[in-house]
């Protein structure tokens, strides 16, 4: 058997374990120190965003983003509904109640004509959560605007894109919170973290506060507020620096990767995950989906290709379609888009460290079936 080739996995240089070493070598090995601070610094001035706190995971950081945006028990949230399940997970943690917007053809994101469709049927709602599926970005003007025009806070997961750019603008900015995530498959990791993004300088030190555990100013442990051990280790942040270091080649490289399948499969039934000219992904992830009328499914490519040890996996699953939020109301304008791209979509292996022989392998597989 072939070495297996991967959807995403993580790419290490070096550096990391410097940063690592030093957290070592000054004994910083705590949820604190250098290594962090800087991370957060670092990361803002990349993004373009005043303030930051590095978090043990993108979930902490949105779970912190829903609670800054004052959700409340019973508050309806208006979310992404083709995306990841902690996009929405942290509107349940504060007993809020998901509504999904449907996506839409150009960029498979949160369409704005369904957001405001949601806000004639719900005008008191109070907060949108929008993602950027596979580091494309969405309409994030459209949204923005949609969002002040109703008095609502948007909150921009942008777990999945980091250094994608929306006319121009970093996306991780476009929100009043804008959350990042580090997991070991995204376009840089620390293993596991996130970061919670903002211009509000208050915001970010409430978040800091909670994340360690709401300790207030005493020489005792005093509480006044439930807090949460969210906050990033030491450690892990020196990765994270390491890891930023690389990020624009690794952005380079998921690009190189995208327009290969993009050249490969032009005379194939095969369409790229698109996105809109005023946009640059970070082309996290490489997806097709399969014409209209096509015989061949995308499960019978999955499984050629895993028959060939190449991870390939189905589109993100809607929100509306999971079991746990049945019942949950799902506004659409169109033609049920999230449903239609995960029948018809797959997600490619996306992995940096692919070599253009593992590409070759993975094409040939794929070109086989058609
Ligand atoms: C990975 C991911 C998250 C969660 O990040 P974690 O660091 O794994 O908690 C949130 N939203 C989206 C869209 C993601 O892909």
Known sequence: MEKRIFLASPTMHGEEQQFIQEAFDTNWVAPLGKNVNEFEKELAA?????????????????????????????????????????????????????????????????????LEAAFAKYPDCKCVICANLYGTPARLDEIRAICDAHGAVLIEDAAESLSATYKGQQTGTFGQYNALSFNGNKIITTSGGGMLLSDDEEAIAKARFWSTQSREPFPWYEHKEIGYNYRMSNIVAGIGRGQLLHLQEHRDRKEQIYRTYEAAFRDLPLTMNPYLPESRPNFWLSCMTIDPGCAVTPEQVRLALEAENIESRPIWKPMHLQPVFAGHDFITVGDNVGEDIFARGLCLPSDIKMTDADMERVISVIRGLF
């Open 46 to 114: 990349f993004v373009g965003v005043g303030h930051a706190a590095a978090l043990t995971a993108g979930t902490a950081a949105l779970h912190l983003a829903v609670k800054l945006a004052g959700v409340q028990r019973g508050d309806k949230v208006f979310c992404s509904d083709l995306t990841f399940s902690a996009t929405v997970n942290p509107v349940s943690y504060e007993g809020g109640e998901q509504i999904f917007i449907e996506s839409e053809r150009e960029t498979w994101n949160m369409d704005p004509r369904a």
